[in-house]
């Protein structure tokens, strides 16, 4: 019997987009993002910039091609910005890498060392669904704040809260969802810790099922959506489209304070899911006492659900680029480990008495 594939936790997670600049002071400004380093030509890389960005144990990479020759121009032709990698932080990435490879993983980089002034990292990387990828890195030996090759380049924002990656969720096409699972679980072992039917997610415009996937020390969620059949186009099936393939839908992100996180957004001019009144009118009586005051719940549009465990508070971007595929989860946990699905029934359900009030259903 082999030993475990052991991931520690997300390392940091790549965007390719097609003006990193831009994005990097979007992120800065709006997200609250400090800049931490920067690789482009100014460090001898003429092949594609890049700005690492980080708040909390977050780190988000933003990379642009430099010119038409690089293959990341493609991926970003093709599906926008978006997700490319969802780097895992591991020890021993030959292990990990060839392992992976043995339980069936396809390899997408063979293991290689980046080496600079501040020591040396070991990468190697493999492929999940669509065109998207997990690298492996080890900065065991590496005493550099970001990765070899890149030049630290500091500028601080003011945090507005976000102190992790919560999850990290997945679309992938019809009939695909337990292929993906079953992935995670065979190459990573991880766990599925959650299963949501079409049963379940049954807002009749937006039906979907899901599988959450878990790893062991439970710092890494990834939940697998594929669409299911409704009245119309699921938001999954218009991503899909967008997208022009299988990739992420949404990356969630803590705060340990979500009115404080929320008012900062909003008045930044940052957009989220519009929640009808309607739907704090029954919210009380559907999840019971809460710290926060309701009023200021109510005006901020903040989502909440509870479970057995207790309950959480969310809210959801709206997508943070034209195409309608990424978008941004800001979540706040209070004992709940769960997903909100509470509140997909009851948007639905409010968005229904709102068509109502207008006549209209
Ligand atoms: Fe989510």
Redesign the pocket.
Known sequence: MSKDISIKEIHHIELFVSNAKQSAYFYRKAFGFSQLAYSGLETGNRNSASYVLSQGNIRLVLTTPLHSRNWIGGHIRKHGDGVFDIAFHVDDVDYCFNEAIRRGAKSAVEPYNLEDADGIVRRAAIQTYGETIHSLISTNDYNGNFLPHFKEQILVEESIGLTSI??V?GNVNVGQMDKWANFYSKVFGFKNIIHFTDQDISTKYSALMSKVMENDNGRIKF?INEPAQGLKKSQIEEYLEFYEGEGVQ?I?LLTDDILDTISKFRERGIDFLHVPDTYYDTLESRVGPIEEDISSIRKLGILVDRDDEGYLL?L?SKPTQDRPTLFY?I?QRQGSKG??QGNFQALFESIEREQSLRGNL
């Open positions: 919560d999850h969720v939940p949404h969630a969310q959801f989860e979540i997903f909100g």
